[in-house]
């Protein structure tokens, strides 16, 4: 039993050493593995330095040429908004000088139309002042005839 226990021992012993080593060759395998993939990766980013130069001269062409557009986009729109506030202006100025012209000739039709009443109802007083005097003459020759009429009639 003893030999045996010092052969089982042995075997473990033997066992644990094994799975040291081979835990020790996985650590140093995946260091080197590690190690290698950082060299490859850092080969890769100084051979793609010009690669990406480029790529950030692409865009930096691409976001000038979008801001010079835009740049341009609004000058053109600011000069649209002048012609068309130029143009609002002269037709607010046109609208404001005929509705002026239209006041003058309303003022001078009512100035006329007063000017006319004026006359048609001095015509109108005058022709009542002759009514009246032509009825107060014809009233009192009605008179001075009933007053003969009466006299004659006392008279005889």
Same mark, same amino acid.
């Given at each position: 039993?003893?030999?045996? !226990?010092?052969? &089982?021992?042995? =075997?473990?012993?033997? /066992?644990?050493?094994?799975?040291?080593?081979?835990?020790?060759?996985?650590?140093?395998?995946?260091?080197?593995? @590690?190690?290698?993939?950082?060299?490859?990766?850092?080969?890769?980013? @100084?051979?793609? &330095?010009?690669?990406?130069? @480029?790529?950030?001269?692409?865009?930096?062409?691409?976001? /000038?040429?979008?801001?010079?557009?835009?740049?341009? =986009? !609004?000058?053109?729109?600011? =000069?649209? &908004?002048? /012609?068309?506030?130029?143009?609002?202006?002269?037709?607010?100025?046109?609208?404001?000088f005929f509705l002026e012209e239209q006041e003058k000739i309303r003022e001078k039709n009512r100035v006329e139309n007063e000017k006319l009443l004026?006359?048609?109802?001095? @015509?109108?007083? !005058?022709?009542?002042?002759?009514?009246?005097?032509?009825?107060?003459?014809? /009233?009192?020759?009605?008179?001075?005839?009933e007053l003969e009429e009466l006299k004659c009639l006392i008279f005889e």
């Amino acid at each position: 039993i003893q030999l045996s !226990k010092k052969l &089982d021992e042995k =075997e473990n012993k033997k /066992i644990y050493m094994r799975e040291k080593v081979n835990k020790i060759l996985r650590e140093r395998e995946e260091e080197r593995r @590690l190690y290698v993939k950082e060299m490859l990766d850092k080969q890769w980013r @100084l051979s793609c &330095d010009m690669a990406r130069t @480029l790529d950030s001269k692409a865009l930096e062409d691409f976001v /000038i040429s979008q801001r010079k557009s835009q740049m341009e =986009e !609004k000058r053109e729109k600011v =000069e649209q &908004d002048k /012609i068309e506030e130029i143009s609002y202006l002269g037709k607010m100025q046109e609208r404001v000088f005929f509705l002026e012209e239209q006041e003058k000739i309303r003022e001078k039709n009512r100035v006329e139309n007063e000017k006319l009443l004026r006359e048609n109802l001095s @015509l109108q007083v !005058k022709a009542n002042a002759e009514k009246r005097i032509q009825l107060e003459q014809r /009233i009192a020759e009605e008179d001075r005839k009933e007053l003969e009429e009466l006299k004659c009639l006392i008279f005889e």
